[in-house]
């Protein structure tokens, strides 16, 4: 299926299906059983699996999407020339920079 992660330990999601069975259990107890730091986290995980159920569980994509360049037009000649004159115009800046900052006269 997945796994979710608390802390430094993953847990299975069928495992889940058991740890919130349990939930007559205090928070210190499942939180000891399950050898997690703390009965808040139990708490935590059980609001998410309340609200959410066990997809809220599965670790989430973080950072920003991929972008999907199969739906972008084709770029004409004159187009990919200019992105390739700007990033050539970059790195050249750069290495100069780069020059500037070892050359034995700056120090």
Do not use: C
Request: glycine share 10%.
């Amino acid at each position: 299926m997945g796994s979710f992660h608390g802390h430094q330990r993953a847990f299975s999601v069928a495992a889940s299906g058991q740890f919130f069975m349990a939930l007559d259990k205090s928070g210190r107890a499942l939180s000891e059983e399950y050898g997690l730091p703390s009965p808040s986290t139990v708490a935590t995980w059980t609001g998410i699996y309340r609200r959410d159920g066990e997809d809220g569980l599965l670790p989430k994509r973080r950072g920003r999407p991929p972008t999907d360049q199969k739906d972008s037009p084709p770029k004409s000649e004159i187009e990919t020339l200019r992105s390739e004159n700007e990033r050539l115009s970059a790195e050249v800046a750069y290495l100069g920079k780069l020059r500037a900052l070892r050359s034995p006269e700056r120090r």
